[in-house]
């Protein structure tokens, strides 16, 4: 008995160090990601970013709202999902909102590619030439971190789902396999 209540202490230990790790590596940083793209997208919204105002002014093809609404929203989510994740509670729900953000921003990144727009990044002004690289470069990166954000929640919300407790009426078993027995023939002969 000894033994048995020794593993479950250690059990919960490790989901404990499990949740520290996964705020450590995945969670701060997505927080400091999002917040440094929130900066730009809300950059860019304000007109000061050298983006041009005629072109903020347009219609998004996909939303039917401004480009500067665009922005001026994908920079509100991104700065509140960023300081959930620093100081909200409830990893599930930090990793759930992550995965969401980061789908939603994907889908809305390949459906601006279908309609033959130009480079959503070319609206963000002189934001890329301040780092020294042009605007299919920074669309890249950010392509890069759209896809570490994403893949990163969905696999770890898998492995929180997996390590979790389950019901105690829950067991993950096999269905019994059917009987071999095989049907009559017509007559009533047996094979």
């Known amino acids: 008995m000894i033994s048995i209540l020794s593993w479950a202490g250690r059990s ?3 989901i404990e160090n499990m949740n520290r790790q996964i705020h450590k590596y995945f969670v701060h940083p997505a927080a ?3 917040f440094i793209m929130a900066l730009a997208s809300l950059y860019s919204a304000s007109g000061t970013s050298g983006a ?28 509140l999902l960023s300081a959930y994740l620093l100081m909200g509670c409830g990893l599930w729900t930090k990793l759930l909102l992550a995965a969401w953000l980061s789908t939603c921003l994907l889908v809305y ?5 279908f309609t033959g727009e130009p480079n959503i990044y070319d ?23 759209l896809g570490w954000l994403s893949i990163g ?5 898998a492995v929180l789902w ?5 019901p105690a009426g829950i067991t993950p078993t096999m269905p019994p396999a059917p ?7 017509p007559g009533g002969a047996t094979p």
């Open 12 to 14: 919960g230990n490790c």
């Open 32 to 34: 400091v990601l999002l």
């Open 52 to 79: 041009d105002t005629f072109v903020m002014d347009q219609r998004d093809p996909l939303l039917f709202l401004k480009y500067r609404h665009v922005f001026l929203a994908a920079g509100v989510l991104e700065l």
């Open 109 to 113: 990144r390949l459906g601006f590619r």
């Open 123 to 145: 609206y963000l002004g002189d934001i890329p030439a301040r780092f020294f690289i042009s605007a299919h470069v920074f669309d890249l990166v950010m392509l890069v971190v």
């Open 153 to 157: 929640s969905y696999s770890l919300l």
């Open 162 to 166: 997996h390590k979790s407790p389950k």
């Open 179 to 185: 009987d071999k027995q095989q049907a009559p023939l």
